[in-house]
């Protein structure tokens, strides 16, 4: 039943198809050459050229509409056909046999035509299919299964007869077009075979015309091998989204098996290393910017040269951590970087040491390890050891900077080996200075000495009972094994070293049975034993039964798999019993050197030992206090994913005036409030930086609240008001209340905006006062407020909306503008009804309406305590308050249009600053207003004759 009437309308589409197609071709020709015409002012951006050659002209969006959009009425009926086949039926089965009766009619109508193409037709169908967009990869859509089917009807007539005869040239990118188009490019790519040079052709065409997303998906659709095609392709797309700051987690994943574009990339970054320095480097980056599409006016996105040359070290740092295994690999790839971070590095040890920067807890602890640190960077790289003697030669008027270059020198032999390579001011030192180059020398001879004493000394035991084995061979591995595979309960720790752009652990320490296990990774006889061997500790570590205990553990196990054990895996959300508590801080020595000192090692043990000894004080105050410390331990699970919860802080600003004075005094308390008899207005106070927002709100409840600026503006102002207390927190505390009173109003999570609020009336002393929404104006501390109904500000925003679209209509025409009938609202406001606002009688006066002279409306609000009398001018957008001579503009285009438009509430403004403030709450009168609304429908438009206009308008005077 379904394939009848599907092939009733196919036939009945295609009936007409052997003139129509061409035809409907030939209009769509002619309509987008008039729209190329018509729109040839409003062309698209140009598209700067990539590698010398001029890209084509982008399709604007009228021509994008006629060439992606439906011409024909065989398109047509295609999208309805499909539509129906997806409302009808919702069993998939059915949908699927529906959708291979229609391929199967279209396909086998243009099997005798010898100018009908298959491969046409069927792209014009998938293209009209309604959920085409919704397919990626799969057939789970209508668009799938008529790929699918048609695939299958291609198997019965013969593919390879039907692709040689049918599939040209044009086909084939017609049909990668229309896979680009509907997100399903990979499942189009199995059907329409395409070969490798029409492929690259119109991976080019994407490039040249700045479509690098589209070229990407093309390339990832084909899996084409990796060649010079593909490397250069890619590689251009690869620095298209780097240069755009998009270098997202899609294009790392990308590059992640595609070992020779990631080394070409790496070499690539590495040419760009030190660009803040070199002038050179830095005027090639910026060419390259310019060749991938970046205009003057976004590099400053990329920040200074420093920034850039910061950006580029990280991006480099991450690709050597995340793929790459070998340091020696990474410093062949990037021999600029190494040399840089290996400078910034030695500079760093070397102002640690010399200049004893306490603050900085990653610096060497002592001149042994300063010296180790050195010595390993430098690895005897004569070039890399003059440059760092340089460096340190520049400081020379600091004599432990200059004894400190000696140093290196005399160690390295600089001044026999290559002397030109110091500085000329060094080589004079060195000859008319000889007893103090003696003490340097030795001075290093002691250091070279210490060393030697330290890396020869065994240690065996931590402590008394306490024994230390270190781990170099299978054999020791074993005895480790058994230990651990027995123990309840083993702490460990590790440590990495300071390989620049790649690290990896060192040393890992496991405290098992008072035994102290240190397994050195850089012992080869370890590290190279048989799999099976690592195989059995990862089952132990992460399934076995005994617990295990560190710092930080998920950093440790992320650098082993990194390095030693690569090319293992293992599935973390398996693991049990394994808990990470807190890492340390401390640092000491460098643990790449071998062989250790003796302080290193008596460290590495002292780590997992205090491990085990933190775990078995918790266990003892648990069993004291019965703590659930299975549920801390639940918590310290290494596969424990925590649940983010959003902390939003509750906003004052949501409640009104009424609920807000509720929660305030429900806060401070009623019997507390009663001690306070101090007026708001005469409380004077300084809001800090960080606190505005408060005190605006602190305005509203009228107190006198000047906002803080910067620090010299601050404490002139202070200077001379110091009977203002300072609302601050932090170091605001103790520079403030050198001057004045301050109060400590902490500003953070934990603490609402309200309890801010109280905290501030309780020191202050002063009373709630339940009247007026707004004692003062939160904008500019004025203590003016007008009262004005809403009808009344309704009409000053239908004016002003008015006059806004009048300005846009001559450069807009397409813009209404909006209509505003002085009939009309005059109506409205002379029907104001005193009852239900607070019986304010307001009186409205009209003057115009001759060829010549304006027609304005304005309104007199009466004076009626605490609040100021005003007239609100509507068509001029001013208010004259009583208690002032100058009028001010309103600041109505702030207020959004279903707020103007309520009835039955007041709205607030401030005299001096023009503001509008409501209390976002309609008043009880509501009922009378809807009354009075009512009544106000039944004017007649007698009531705006001349005479009475002329009788408002001498009231008014």
Not at 394 to 422: F, S, T
Not at 454 to 462: F, G, N, P, V, Y
Not at 692 to 709: E, N, P, Q, S, T
Not at 859 to 887: D, F, H, Q
Request: net charge neutral; charged share 25%; hydrophobic share 35%.
């Amino acid at each position: 039943m379904a394939s009848v009437g599907g092939s009733g309308r196919v036939q009945e589409a295609t009936g007409v198809n052997g003139q129509s197609s061409s035809m409907a071709d030939e209009a769509t020709v002619s309509q987008i050459n008039e729209a190329t015409t018509s729109e040839s002012n409003g062309a698209a951006a140009s598209i700067p050229a990539v590698n010398g050659e001029v890209p084509p002209k982008r399709m604007t969006k009228a021509e994008k509409k006629i060439f992606y959009g439906m011409n024909s009425p065989e398109e047509v009926a295609y999208k309805t056909l499909t539509e129906e086949v997806m409302k009808s039926e919702v069993d998939w089965t059915v949908k699927s046999e529906m959708v291979q009766d229609i391929v199967y009619n279209i396909c086998d109508e243009t099997d005798g035509d010898e100018t009908a193409n298959p491969f046409s037709k069927l792209l014009k169908l998938f293209r009209c299919t309604v959920d085409c967009k919704l397919m990626k990869e799969g057939t789970n859509t209508v668009a799938g299964l008529v790929l699918q089917h048609f695939g299958e009807w291609l198997k019965k007539h013969g593919e390879k007869e039907m692709r040689k005869k049918y599939l040209s040239e044009a086909v084939k990118r017609d049909a990668i077009e229309k896979g680009l188009q509907t997100g399903g490019i990979k499942f189009v790519a199995k059907v329409f075979f395409t070969t490798l040079y029409s492929v690259w052709e119109m991976v080019e065409e994407k490039k040249k015309i700045g479509q690098y997303p589209m070229a990407l998906k093309i390339i990832d659709a084909f899996q084409f091998d990796e060649d010079e095609n593909y490397d250069s392709a890619v590689f251009d797309i690869l620095l298209f989204y780097y240069y755009r700051q998009k270098l997202d987690d899609v294009l790392r994943n990308f590059i992640r098996n595609k070992p020779n574009l990631l080394r070409k990339f790496i070499n690539y970054l590495d040419e760009f290393s030190g660009c803040a320095t070199d002038k050179k480097r830095y005027e090639m980056l910026m060419k390259e910017m310019e060749k991938y599409g970046v205009s003057d006016t976004s590099k400053h996105t990329f920040g200074s040269s420093r920034a850039i040359e910061t950006n580029i070290e990280k991006n480099l740092k991450e690709l050597g951590d995340n793929f790459l295994r070998d340091e020696q690999q990474f410093m062949d790839l990037a021999p600029h970087y190494y040399r840089t971070m290996r400078g910034k590095r030695l500079r760093f040890f070397a102002n640690s040491r010399l200049e004893q920067n306490e603050n900085n807890t990653d610096a060497p602890s002592s001149d042994l390890t300063y010296f180790q640190n050195v010595t390993e960077l430098l690895q005897g790289d004569l070039t890399a050891v003059a440059r760092f003697v340089k460096d340190l030669w520049k400081e020379n008027a600091n004599p432990l900077y200059r004894d400190d270059a000696i140093r290196w020198c005399l160690y390295y032999d600089l001044d026999q080996q290559d002397p030109y390579c110091l500085a000329p001011t060094m080589l004079s030192y060195l000859a008319e200075n000889p007893r103090s180059i003696q003490e340097i020398r030795l001075q290093l001879e002691k250091t070279l000495q210490q060393i030697r004493t330290q890396t020869t000394e065994r240690i065996d035991e931590l402590k008394e009972g306490i024994k230390i084995i270190m781990i170099t061979n299978e054999a020791g591995f074993h005895e480790f094994l058994t230990e651990f595979e027995t123990c309840e309960f083993a702490a460990m720790d590790s440590e990495f070293s300071q390989d620049i752009g790649f690290s990896s652990v060192c040393l890992m320490q496991f405290y098992i049975n008072s035994k102290v296990f240190l397994l050195d990774f850089k012992s080869k006889a370890l590290t190279n034993q048989p799999m099976k061997n690592w195989e059995k500790f990862i089952d132990i570590f992460f399934y076995g039964p005994s617990l295990v205990i560190g710092y930080d553990i998920l950093n440790d196990i992320n650098q082993l798999f990194r390095g030693t054990l690569s090319d293992m895996k293992a599935d973390l959300s398996k693991s049990n019993n394994v808990v990470c508590l807190k890492r340390m801080a401390e640092n000491i020595g460098c643990w790449g050197v071998r062989p250790l000192r003796v302080d290193q090692i008596r460290y590495a043990a002292n780590d997992a030992y205090v491990v085990a000894e933190l775990y078995i004080t918790f266990m003892q105050l648990v069993n004291k206090y019965q703590y659930d410390w299975d549920g801390v331990l639940t918590h310290s699970s290494m596969n424990f994913q925590k649940e983010k919860q959003k902390n939003k802080k509750e906003k004052i600003s949501d409640s009104v005036w009424k609920d807000l004075i509720k929660r305030l005094v429900k806060e401070i308390g009623k019997d507390t409030l009663k001690e306070f008899t101090i007026d708001p207005k005469s409380v004077k106070i300084m809001a800090d930086v960080m606190h505005h927002g408060l005190g605006k709100y602190l305005r509203r409840f009228g107190f006198d609240v000047a906002m803080a600026k910067d620090k010299i503006w601050t404490r002139k102002y202070l200077q001379k008001n110091t009977d203002r207390v300072v609302i601050t927190t932090g170091k605001g505390l103790e520079e403030w209340g050198r001057i004045c009173r301050v109060i400590d109003v902490p500003n953070n999570p934990t603490i609402t905006s309200l309890q801010q609020l109280a905290l501030v009336f309780k020191s202050t002393k002063a009373m709630i006062r339940h009247g007026q929404p707004f004692y003062r104006c939160m904008e500019c501390n004025s203590d003016e407020i007008l009262r004005i109904p809403s009808p009344i500000v309704h009409a000053l925003y239908a004016h002003d909306a008015h006059l806004t679209s009048k300005m846009w209509r001559e450069p807009k025409p397409e813009l209404e503008i909006y209509p505003f009938d002085p009939d009309e609202w005059f109506n409205k406001l002379i029907n104001i009804s005193p009852f239900d606002y607070d019986n304010v009688q307001c009186e409205v006066a009209r003057y115009g309406g001759g060829h010549f002279q304006p027609d304005w409306i304005a309104v007199r609000v009466p004076l009626k305590e605490p609040y100021t009398g005003c007239i609100v001018n509507i068509t001029k957008n001013v208010i004259v308050a009583e208690s002032r001579a100058m009028p001010i503009m309103t600041g109505i285009n702030k207020i959004p249009e279903n707020v103007a438009s309520r009835p039955g509430i007041f709205f607030y403004s401030c005299a001096y600053c023009g503001r509008f403030y409501y209390d976002g709450k309609i008043l009880d009168s509501q009922s009378h207003s809807s009354k009075s609304e009512q009544n106000n429908s039944q004017v007649e438009p007698e009531h705006t004759g001349q005479a009475e206009q002329n009788e408002q308008q001498g009231k008014l005077k």
